[in-house]
């Protein structure tokens, strides 16, 4: 069991920033790795980012919708996880979801076991 916290996010005019967290908790096992995840209205959950969770691993990865704009970090204690946002458009607008799986990361879905409560961010034009 996993259990993630998330903080963050809000509403911002398009080009501004926002900085979503993630704060893992209660495993017996350390994950592996931590996912961001953006849900649109009326789309389904899309992968957006994540990072490897092992102590001496911080390899990232992004989807090319958000390379350079986004990035993934993990604090020094390094059971928290950052998602900082700059230059965002109205279409990164939906519920983020961060989430956690085992045996490396990975950009699907299914493949996470464990999911945040999920928090909004809105983007007006």
């Known amino acids: 069991q996993v259990r993630l916290h998330q903080s963050g996010g809000g509403s911002v005019q398009a080009g501004g920033s926002l900085r979503l967290s993630c704060t893992a908790s209660?495993?017996?096992?350390?994950?592996?790795?931590m996912g961001w995840f953006h849900q649109a209205p009326g789309k389904q959950r899309e992968w957006v980012a994540a990072?490897?969770?092992?102590?001496?691993?911080?390899?990232?990865l992004y989807a090319d919708s958000v390379k350079g704009r986004f990035t993934i970090s993990r604090d020094s204690a390094g059971d928290t996880v950052n998602l900082q946002m700059n230059s965002l458009k109205p279409e990164d607008t939906g519920m983020y979801f961060c989430?956690?799986?085992?045996?490396?990361?990975?950009?699907?879905?299914?493949?996470?076991?464990?999911w945040g409560q999920g928090t909004q961010v809105t983007v007006s034009t």
């Open positions: 990072i490897a969770f092992v102590p001496n691993d911080r390899s990232t």
């Open positions: 209660g495993f017996t096992h350390r994950p592996d790795c």
């Open positions: 989430a956690t799986r085992y045996f490396g990361c990975s950009t699907g879905l299914s493949a996470y076991n464990f």
